[in-house]
């Protein structure tokens, strides 16, 4: 829930992070970059490099996002690790849902519908400990409400 090893490879150049604020001062630390990594990274670890990460922050207040949550390309993303990939799945759904009916007001099953139409649930690692799982939701949607995220 805190953002650490997500092990998505939708975080590029260009992608925006939202994460939780949980201590004060907020203690960001970045690492773990990957040059190339398959979705699933099934055995040890993706293609680890060094790198230069440059970032801007900011804190948004006033928003419940579920976090964490990816905006890359086309898509709003939202992430969960749990110990089974069934939790996770089941949890980034959860989360998405959330999403809509919080921020573009849907109804509740308005929202699910959507989601069984949309929504693209994806592993992102099964080499951890935890499991991780990502909903990709179309941001041209979004649009169409006039939703603008930040």
């Known amino acids: 829930m805190h953002g650490g090893n997500l092990d998505c490879k939708r975080i590029v150049k260009g992608s925006t992070v939202f994460l939780p ?3 004060k001062g907020g203690l960001l ?6 040059a190339v ?3 699933g990274e099934v055995v040890i670890c993706g293609l680890e490099v060094d790198g230069e ?6 804190v948004i207040k006033d928003k419940n996002f579920p976090l964490p949550m990816v905006v890359e ?3 709003i993303i939202t992430i969960s690790s749990k110990k089974t990939l069934d939790e996770a799945a089941k949890q980034v759904t959860i989360n998405m849902h959330k999403f809509l009916i919080n921020e573009l007001k849907f109804d509740v099953h308005e929202a699910a519908m ?3 139409l949309v929504g693209e649930v994806k592993v992102c690692q099964i080499v951890d400990p ?10 041209y ?6 939703y603008k995220i930040v």
């Open 73 to 75: 390309g086309e898509h």
């Open 21 to 23: 604020v949980n201590v």
């Open 29 to 34: 630390s970045i690492g773990d970059l990957h």
């Open 114 to 116: 959507l989601l069984s």
């Open 53 to 58: 990460v440059i970032i801007k922050v900011d």
């Open 130 to 139: 935890l499991m991780t799982a990502r909903m990709e939701f179309p941001i």
């Open 141 to 146: 949607i979004l649009d169409k409400y006039n």
């Open 37 to 39: 990594m398959g979705d």
